[in-house]
């Protein structure tokens, strides 16, 4: 705890214990407790982004509101304070941008990055303050006890009015360290009080019905190899239905672009595994759900692929030499209105009567299946699929020369995509050393491939923007112009990242790369 | 960092009355402030309900073997911390170097970021120490009895400090313990401010309120800030204040 800062929490009040916050008696003569000043009342808000950036780097951000006062601290775990500023004025969900200049936004910045800080808990907190005195009547620490009410976001099942235990810090004045431990030693002896297991955050959090940590875009899910294959494969398409739906309030919303993303990541990979694992599913369930999530996909990527020029405009504006920021400006304002028609549509979808029908009976029918999934094991199911994926790679990348078409990349990525899907979905099956070393192969190959594909469609893309810009004469001649240097500066890098490829592939196909993957496909097919 | 001392070469004058009150208006306007009671007697400490005891004793800590951070105590007062006297700072000038007068400057400097003010509650008397005190303060805060032996002494003071090569603090002198009732208290109290500018206009009576805070073991301007005695030292305040350029709303405005 901070600076000697002990915490204690009051057990339900009882006959040893007056209701409310009231201390139990302090028995000790050693010393006694007053009444420090009238109590206060604070807002207290807990901030972090939707997948916990903070709390996985250790962090934890507050908001505390009260007396005409408002102010943002940044602790580390332990309570040491990190940065701390006035919150004037400020509105949640923040990005990064909206927070005053200093310290505080510096060192969240790079930890934040593109995603919005939002409430995770919230509460009103009464607070009283007393003053523990030795037996010279000389203060040695402060007392601040806690009634906590939540007034933020919980789990639908948490009751309206969930009880947090009241708090009590014991705060040990400067030079009076070893009493006002003495002091806590005793107030801990008292009936009704217990020494506090989780801070204030981590207890409102669990009133709340949550658990910091509680949403990650990976397929958290432990498979075993000797489960049904058909079981196996519902319970990773269940949990990465529960993560497209986990973003879609954000995404319609509108909060930050990785709500979209997250949820754009989790239809994907539900495609990819009914598509190559859907064997093991009821024919007819894959064929009446394979076009609905083509159709999630296909409401989604317009506005993704515009949050990704959005996103990157920034990089791609500096790189302009013989044209200039304010020239490409208008390029960047004929984006933002494609976006906003863009979100405007898919929010549309996603509220449509076509995706509800979708978010209720699609997890229904995967419980049917996993009700009586066969008896195909998933050890070997998932060896034979990987195998039969990591074949397809070899095949098709090998095919490549320097004289194949963009499409024949284009092609290899997908397949690549198809391994890499299908390493995640079945990641539990394997050693994760081994599984880690094999994953990043492929990824160095994912990302030449990937930066290819960008590049050559970006470059496409630009050529229609410029036309359609031009057809609605929202581009005078010096967007245009900048806009073809930009075009320039990425066929450059086309052409860079395409000279990089036949080394990439070469060690993905070499002996080592290909004896990781069989390495795993043994173990996941024991 | 600003350095107070409330001194005197005569005792039982209301140094550490004026010190302990000084401190504690200072805190409540937001200065962050360390009380030092240099004096062995430790009334100043006994005021605060602190202990008057430093680990090692004052030798410790003028040789550098106790760090001053280590021995400050909170007092009850938001921003006010105390640095409490030892029975042993009888004996600071056998510790303090006859040659070295800035000893005390040199152990105060590195709380430069920590206190916007220091207060020293000098015990009386001329001595290595004080040359220490006037090395190491900004002003010098003289409560003067209005009697015609005490404006001597003043003049004695006065003439010391002017002698001092490099560092002079300023000099703050103001009446204290004034009785109203004795012609010669009020005939000084009156002229003498208005012909001297190193002696302030608030002069403090000798008040009930003040002698009491020694039962109550709290400074009058926080048990009784309505009081007679607590618009004296909030006056005081301000002229301490004015002379040594501090803004009235607080460190940092």
């Not at chain 1, 580390?76 to 936004?105: F, H, N, S, Y």
């Not at chain 1, 994760?432 to 470059?459: I, S, Y």
Request: charged share 25%.
């Amino acid at each position: 705890m901070q600076n000697g800062v002990r915490e204690f929490i009051l057990v339900p009040a009882d006959d040893a214990r007056p209701p409310g916050n009231g201390l139990p008696p302090m028995c000790d003569p050693r010393f006694s407790v007053v009444k420090a000043g009238p109590s206060r009342t604070l807002r207290r808000t807990w901030l972090d982004t939707f997948d916990w950036r903070l709390f996985r780097a250790g962090l934890n951000l507050e908001c505390t509101a009260g007396r005409g006062r408002s102010e943002l601290v940044l602790t580390a775990r332990d309570g040491e304070p990190v940065a701390a500023e006035v919150a004037k004025g400020l509105r949640w969900p923040a990005m990064i941008d909206d927070l005053p200049v200093g310290p505080l936004r510096e060192h969240l910045a790079p930890i934040v990055g593109v995603r919005a800080l939002l409430p995770v808990a919230q509460a009103t907190v009464v607070q009283a303050r007393r003053r523990a005195l030795n037996s010279d009547g000389k203060t040695i620490a402060m007392l601040a006890i806690d009634e906590m009410a939540l007034t933020g976001p919980r789990r639908a099942e948490v009751p309206a009015r969930a009880e947090v235990p009241a708090r009590v810090a014991v705060s040990p004045l400067r030079g009076y360290q070893a009493q006002a431990s003495k002091f806590a030693d005793a107030l801990a002896l008292g009936p009704g009080i217990a020494a506090a297991e989780h801070s204030s955050f981590e207890s409102a959090l669990r009133a709340a019905g949550r658990r910091p940590g509680d949403y990650t875009s990976k397929i958290d899910v432990r498979l075993t190899a000797g489960m049904p294959a058909a079981l196996a494969v519902c319970t990773v398409l269940a949990r990465l239905f529960d993560t497209a739906l986990a973003n879609v309030p954000g995404t319609i919303r509108d909060i930050d672009t990785e709500f979209l993303h997250d949820l754009r990541v989790a239809v994907r990979r539900s495609r990819s595994v009914l598509k190559l694992a859907g064997s093991v599913l009821p024919a007819g369930l894959v064929g009446q759900y394979r076009p609905e999530f083509k159709w999630l996909g296909d409401l989604t990527t317009p506005t993704r692929d515009l949050d990704v020029y959005l996103l990157g405009y920034s990089a791609m504006a500096a790189k302009l030499i013989a044209g200039t920021e304010p020239e490409l400006w208008p390029f960047h304002e004929y984006l933002r209105r494609q976006r906003a028609a863009s979100q405007r549509q898919l929010a549309r979808g996603l509220r449509s009567a076509r995706f509800s029908e979708l978010a209720s009976r699609w997890p229904h029918d995967l419980d049917g299946v996993a009700d009586s999934p066969g008896r195909r094991a998933t050890g070997k199911f998932a060896a034979r699929r990987i195998a039969s994926a990591h074949q397809r790679v070899l095949r098709s990348g090998g095919a490549i020369d320097a004289s194949s078409p963009p499409q024949a990349l284009h092609d290899l990525r997908k397949r690549c995509k198809e391994l890499r899907y299908l390493l995640e979905v079945f990641a539990s099956l394997h050693d994760p050393a081994e599984q880690w070393r094999a994953v990043n192969e492929l990824k160095a190959l994912q990302d030449c491939l990937g930066e290819f594909q960008d590049t050559e469609v970006q470059q496409a893309e630009l050529r229609a923007f410029a036309r359609r810009m031009m057809a609605d004469r929202s581009a005078p001649a010096e967007t245009v112009l900048a806009m073809g240097e930009i075009a320039a500066t990425l066929a450059v890098r086309q052409r860079a990242v395409r000279g990089e490829f036949a080394g990439r592939f070469a060690d993905f196909a070499s002996a080592r790369g290909q004896a990781r993957i069989a390495a795993l496909t043994r173990t996941a097919g024991r | 960092m600003k350095v107070i001392a409330a001194y005197n070469i005569k005792g039982g004058v209301g140094k550490t009355a004026a010190a302990v009150n000084i401190a504690c208006l200072a805190a409540a306007d937001g200065f962050r402030v360390l009380l030092w009671d240099l004096d062995p007697q430790a009334a100043a400490s006994f005021l605060f309900r602190v202990k008057p005891r430093v680990k090692g004793g004052g030798k410790a800590l003028i040789a550098g073997r106790r760090q001053v951070d280590d021995a400050i105590k909170a007092t009850d007062f938001d921003n006010l911390d105390l640095l409490p006297a030892d029975f042993t700072y009888r004996n600071l000038d056998l510790h303090l170097d006859s040659q070295r007068k800035s000893r005390l400057r040199g152990l105060i400097s590195p709380l430069q970021g920590e206190f916007d003010l220091v207060v020293l509650d000098c015990p009386p008397g001329i001595s290595l120490l004080s040359e220490n005190v006037l090395r190491a303060a900004d002003l010098l805060l003289v409560p003067l009895i209005p009697t015609t032996l005490s404006v001597r002494t003043l003049d004695q003071l006065t003439e010391f400090v002017a002698g001092l090569d490099r560092h002079r603090p300023r000099i703050l002198a103001f009446f204290s313990m004034i009785d109203r009732r004795k012609r010669l208290h009020r005939e000084i109290a009156e002229e003498l401010p208005a012909c001297r500018a190193d002696v302030a206009a608030t002069a403090i009576p000798a008040l009930s309120a003040i002698e009491r805070m020694s039962v109550q073991r709290v400074p009058v301007t926080a048990s009784a800030p309505r009081s007679q005695a607590a618009r004296y030292y909030r006056d005081l305040w301000r002229e301490i204040r004015d002379e040594l350029a501090l803004s009235p709303a607080g460190p940092g405005s």
